[in-house]
């Protein structure tokens, strides 16, 4: 069974920078399709931003865009989420989650499209 692990959340104030990181254990992420996604308390888990297999597509969230920027390191096998000018309304756990190869489809980040997901990480920006 493929596991994703996710690290880099923490607690930071309005305005600063976290990176995420989301790695697969026994394996790289090199050649897959990911996704971030974000719950926030009492909130349905969202879409942040999805890197695809192929290409490096990226798409983000309208609410994170110019913030948010995902990227791959193939020599390390990782997937990151860099998240700048943070914001309170950012807040919640953040997951990575490996996805079906559909791009067309995942794009749009329909959570039946990601099969593995990783047990997430808390991002808390307050002041």
């Known amino acids: 069974q493929l596991q994703l692990v996710e690290s880099g959340g923490g607690l930071v104030q309005p305005g600063e920078s976290l990176r995420l990181s989301c790695t697969a254990s026994?394996?790289?992420?090199?050649?897959?399709?990911v996704g971030w996604f974000r719950q926030a308390p009492g909130k349905e888990r969202e879409g942040v931003s999805c890197i695809s297999s192929v290409g490096d597509n990226t798409v983000y969230a309208d609410s994170v865009k110019a913030r948010f920027t995902i990227s791959r390191d193939k020599s390390k096998g990782t997937v990151y989420l860099q998240m700048n000018s943070l914001k309170p309304e950012y807040t919640g756990v953040y997951y990575c989650?490996?996805?079906?190869?559909?791009?067309?489809?995942?794009?749009?980040?329909?959570?039946?499209?990601?099969?593995?997901w990783g047990q997430g990480t808390q991002v808390t920006v307050s002041s």
């Open positions: 026994g394996t790289t992420l090199n050649y897959d399709t």
């Open positions: 989650a490996l996805a079906v190869d559909d791009w067309p489809v995942v794009r749009t980040m329909p959570h039946v499209m990601f099969k593995y």
